[in-house]
């Protein structure tokens, strides 16, 4: 049997899930301004480890704000229960 890792090779995913878990966890969708202020990585980086983890199905699209152009992201509900990994800055 052949098993593949939640986060594949990717090590700023645990970071990235966890401040979704944290600041959306009533269902909002979190803008990518807010993903890159929480964990301090660069809009290119962040936006390459979102896309891996929307892959797996871990996260998805929130839509986008109109006004700001900026893209939001949430967890989906099965995720929403697990507790969040604590992640140093």
């Known amino acids: 049997?052949?098993?593949?890792?939640?986060?594949?090779?990717?090590p700023?995913?645990?970071r990235v899930l966890s401040v979704l878990r944290r600041l959306g966890h009533d269902g909002r969708g979190v803008m990518l301004t807010s993903l890159v202020a929480h964990t301090g990585i660069p809009g290119i980086r962040l936006r390459s480890t979102l896309e891996c983890l929307i892959q797996a199905g871990t996260v998805t699209p929130a839509g986008?704000?109109?006004?700001?152009?900026?893209?939001?992201?949430?967890v989906p509900m099965w995720a929403r229960a697990a507790p969040?990994?604590?992640v140093a800055a």
Do not use: E, I
């Open 64 to 74: 986008c704000d109109p006004l700001a152009s900026d893209l939001a992201f949430r």
């Open 12 to 14: 700023l995913a645990p």
């Open 84 to 86: 969040p990994v604590p």
């Open 1 to 10: 049997m052949v098993t593949r890792p939640l986060f594949g090779d990717d």
